[in-house]
């Protein structure tokens, strides 16, 4: 009886010890993810530009290392409502990186001009790719609710996507997809539409880690119809037609290739 205990209780010993050094074993191999990038999103300001300086500087107390803005900054995209825009912008004193919605293309068009003419004039070029720790950056223009992305211009994108990163990131004005609203890139126009499916489709192909768009004045997230690529739309810096009032979000990157989007109110 006394061997029988003696033995019990060494191998009782033996699996506790082997249970702690298993622990500890998974305790070293799981090191804590630490933050690598924080950048703002920002969208549909249109023309409130009081909350625009407010949504900046809380990105700026929240140390975001840039802002990528997703468009509609104007109602109706005049040379002074874009040069405003553009002097909060450079008076936030962060770097920032915008495209244009279909709201600064009304007054170049209705002026006889191409629909870009104004927002290039003020602003440059609606298309950016930038990498940053690793993460590749894509920002599309598909701000003209008219023509889109021509298809030749999708082949391109798919090509940028290529040799991605660890992380891709894909930024536009309008969402290609959204599995409860209507209100997406093509809505209005069957040959927008055919594009917006070309272009979602080249997204899950290329398996792209996260797309980001604004226009619907609304925050939520959702998967793409793949189930491949998390989808996020940004709600709204102004206050009109928000239901959610106004906001921006905040992406955090971290070293095990996690991210997240929060979603802050402007207060």
Known sequence: MLFVLVVLSVFLGYSFAKDKLSEKDSTADSEPKTEILRFVLVADSE??????????????????SFVIGLGDWTTIGTLDQ??????????????????????????????????????????????REFSRNGIHFLILDNSDIYSGIKDAEISNIKNQIS?????????????PFHPQSA????????QVASQAKKLM?????????????????????????????????????????NFQGPRFAIVKVFSDNSWEVEDVEIR
């Not at 023309?47 to 975001?64: F, G, I, P, Q, Y």
């Not at 909060?88 to 009304?106: Q, R």
């Not at 209100?183 to 069957?190: I, L, R, S, T, Y």
């Open 47 to 64: 023309d409130e530009n009081e909350l625009l300086a407010k949504a900046l500087s809380e990105a700026r107390s929240r140390t975001a």
């Open 82 to 127: 874009l040069k405003a825009v553009n002097k909060v912008f450079d008076e936030s004193g962060l770097e920032y990186y915008l495209t244009a919605g279909d709201h600064d293309l009304w007054g170049s068009r209705n002026s006889g001009d191409l629909a870009l003419a104004n927002y290039r004039q003020i602003f440059g070029d609606p298309n």
């Open 163 to 175: 040799n991605k990163g660890k992380l891709t990131f894909v930024f536009a004005h309008k969402t």
């Open 183 to 190: 209100h997406v890139m093509g809505e209005d126009n069957a």
């Open 201 to 241: 489709s080249v997204l899950e192909e290329k398996k792209v880690d996260g797309f980001f768009s604004g226009d619907l004045h609304f925050f939520a997230q959702f998967n793409s119809p793949g189930n491949v690529v998390k989808m996020t739309t940004i709600g709204a810096v102004s206050s009109e037609r």
